[in-house]
Each structure stands twice: as structure tokens, then as C-alpha cells.
């Protein structure tokens, strides 16, 4: 992988540097973590794929990183922006403890600039303002002493991206494993490896969007210059570290919705991830500077469904499509219904505890 930045300098913002040394004194900046000294006063970000290299008084691309003197800081260490007990499923995540709550934080910032996005609000929202960060004081410690009083059985870190924040992450996770909760990141997958082995040893599941297999859509669409770093990092999350992997692909009418594509990304998912990799297609609705395309229709989210069957995955699910069947687990050997989903409510049918069809034995790939 490239420790070369990916960002033109001329995107990143000036920092009010008088306020933000206040708030250091105060305790509320975090040291940043990989953070590699350069000439000049310059340090390079190396906690995801865009590596910002950040002049002294300025931010990193996600706004969220500031470089005042030479020492990059997290601006968003104790910062959420929201929290909720959900159900695994509605991350989605299907495979790994059915029916469980995770706890589920965002913060603020994002590392991509999706034209689509459906976040905007919380993603752009600007976490270089000293006075909306100081609002904020969550600390992992409070994370899971929420998560136990929510009845939750795992945390997640989701709503924004996870990618950039890895100093609040990483104490969270750390703590989570002690406290026996399960652990979850909600991802767009352009973490950097060197962030994915700091994780790793304390991080359980891996739900990433693979977007598509073209690069211009993460050109042109997400202004990020090629999907294969992304790729590379699952791989790595699924073969050294040996997480629970879901990956979920949007499919955006005339982006990423030819058959050559889908089947292209099943049989990456499958060669690279395992075939018993859950794959959830998802419908698109349009928004923002997408407004001019027609939502997904349903007719082709069913033909992603075959595409990845045929193309070997055992478990393809719909996304934002209420249909009768499109969210239900079947073995793949026999058709039993294992698990029956009716929006975010799973209910387990018929799925022994290691996870097997009890008629035949067929790993499902599911851990209860
Ligand atoms: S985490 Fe932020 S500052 Fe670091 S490389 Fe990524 S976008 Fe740049
Ligand atoms: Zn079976």
C-alpha cells in the first residue's frame, strides 16, 4: 500500500489555533495515533488510506484531526453525535448473534465525500469548531457503562465513519472485550492496514460496503481514486485477523448495477472473503446530488440476488426492500429456514449453538 497522501492540500482547512490550544490545556485533545513527524512541521495521518500529510495549524481531510505545532491531535475522542441500542440487524449485520442489541455511537467527520450521502448532516458537520466539540465528554468508560444499562450484548461503531476514529475506538473496543461485549465497525473499509492491526486483536466484526468494483464510481462518486486499498484491508480483517465479515453493496442504478459489475464484486466477495460470506444488496433512494435517479427497482435487486448465488455466495440478502423472504437465512443444502427476519426482529428457527443446520450439519456460518 502507498504511504503517499491521496489529497490535494488545498482542501484542507485552517484551524482557529488560539482556541484549540485552550481546549488541549483542558485536557479535551487526544494525541493522535500513527502519526508519522515529516519536514517542516508536517505530519502525516497514517489512520486512513488518504494519509493527509497536515501543515501545522491545519486540519486533515475528515476534519477531525488538527496539527497544531507539529503533533496531530483527535479532535472527536469523547464527541457523539448520536447513540442508540439497536438490533445487529439493522446494521446489517445477520450472521453474528441474531436478535442481540449493540450499542451504537457516531461521532462527527467523514474521510469520504459521498455526493449521495445520507449523513451529510452528522459527516460534514464541522468537528474542527472548538465550540461544538467541547460540547462532548462521552468516554468509552460511559460507552460501556451504557451498553450494560441498555441490556446490549456488543458495541458498534457506526452513523459516521468508524475509519477516523481510532483513538476512541480502540480504549472502546479494549474495554468491551474485558467487559465480554462483542464489538462491531460499521465501515466504509479505507482504513489503512497499520489501523486495522491496532484494532484487530479486539475487533469481532467487520461490516463493510464494497461499492463497487470500477473505479470510477469511487472516483467520481466518493472522490476516492480506487477501490483495491479497500479491498485489500477486508481480505486482511477476514485472513489475519479472522473477523466475522458482511459486506453490503448499494446498488445505484447505472453506477454499479450491470451485471458484469455485480457478478465481478459476488466473485471477489466469494474468492477472497469465503462463500459463506453474507452479501447484502441494498436498494438505493435518491438523494442529494443523486436527486435525478430513479430508486433502485425491485426487479433488479432480485437479479443481484441470482447474480450472487450463481456466482457462488450461500447467503444473499435484500436491503431496503421489505419483501416476505429477502432477509430470511435458508440452509444451503436443504432449504430449512434457520433464521426468519421480519424488519429488524430475527427469530431463530431451526440453527443448532455451533451454528449448523440441524437436519444436515451444514455450517451457516453463524455464531449465536
Ligand atoms: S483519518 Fe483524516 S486526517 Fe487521517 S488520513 Fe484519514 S482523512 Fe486524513
Ligand atoms: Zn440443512
Redesign the pocket.
Given at each position: 500500500m502507498p504511504a503517499q497522501s491521496v489529497?490535494d492540500e488545498s482542501e484542507l482547512m485552517d484551524v482557529q489555533e488560539s482556541e484549540w490550544r485552550a481546549l488541549k490545556e483542558e485536557g479535551v485533545l487526544r494525541e493522535a495515533l500513527l502519526q508519522e513527524k515529516l519536514d517542516g512541521g508536517r505530519v502525516r495521518?497514517?489512520?486512513?488510506?488518504?494519509?493527509?500529510s497536515?501543515p501545522s495549524g491545519k486540519a486533515?481531510?475528515?476534519m477531525?484531526?488538527i496539527n497544531l505545532g507539529g503533533i496531530v491531535y483527535t479532535t472527536i475522542y469523547g464527541v457523539i453525535s448520536s447513540a442508540a441500542a439497536d438490533p445487529i440487524e439493522k446494521k446489517p449485520v445477520f450472521h453474528y448473534k441474531p436478535g442481540s442489541l449493540c450499542y451504537s455511537v457516531g461521532s462527527l467527520g467523514c474521510?469520504f465525500r459521498c455526493v449521495f450521502c445520507q449523513n451529510w448532516q452528522i459527516s460534514f458537520a464541522d468537528a474542527v469548531q472548538p465550540t461544538v466539540v467541547s460540547q462532548y465528554n462521552f468516554l468509552p468508560q460511559d460507552l460501556i457503562r451504557s451498553a450494560q444499562e441498555a441490556a446490549c450484548e456488543g458495541v458498534a461503531w457506526t452513523y459516521n465513519e468508524p475509519?477516523?476514529w481510532l483513538e476512541y475506538t480502540l480504549d472502546g473496543a479494549r474495554l468491551a472485550k474485558d467487559a465480554g461485549l462483542y464489538t462491531v465497525y460499521v465501515t466504509n473499509g479505507y482504513v489503512t492496514e497499520e489501523h486495522l492491526d491496532m484494532i484487530g486483536p479486539y475487533l469481532d466484526v467487520y461490516r463493510v460496503d464494497i461499492k463497487s468494483m470500477s473505479d470510477s464510481l469511487y472516483r467520481e462518486l466518493i472522490r476516492v481514486p480506487t477501490a483495491a486499498g479497500i479491498l485489500e484491508v477486508a481480505k486482511r480483517a477476514r485472513q489475519k485477523w479472522g473477523m466475522h465479515l458482511e459486506c453490503v453493496t448499494n446498488v445505484i442504478p447505472t453506477w454499479n448495477d450491470s451485471e458484469d459489475n455485480l457478478r465481478q464484486t459476488a466473485r471477489w466477495i466469494a474468492d477472497n472473503l469465503g462463500d459463506a460470506t453474507p452479501w447484502h444488496v441494498t436498494r438505493f433512494f435518491p438523494y442529494a446530488k443523486l436527486q435525478n435517479l430513479p430508486p433502485t427497482p425491485p426487479a433488479a435487486l432480485e437479479k443481484a440476488v441470482e447474480i450472487g448465488r450463481q456466482e457462488g455466495l450461500k447467503f444473499v440478502y435484500l436491503g431496503n426492500l421489505a419483501t416476505a423472504t429477502g432477509q430470511n437465512t435458508y440452509c444451503y443444502t436443504d432449504g430449512t429456514l434457520s433464521i426468519e427476519r421480519s424488519g429488524y426482529r430475527a427469530r431463530i428457527v431451526a440453527v443448532t449453538p455451533d451454528g449448523k443446520c440441524p437436519t444436515d450439519g451444514t455450517d451457516l456460518n453463524l455464531h449465536l
Open positions: 489529497v495521518c497514517n489512520v486512513c488510506q488518504r494519509r493527509c497536515i486533515g481531510y475528515c477531525t484531526r474521510n475509519g477516523i
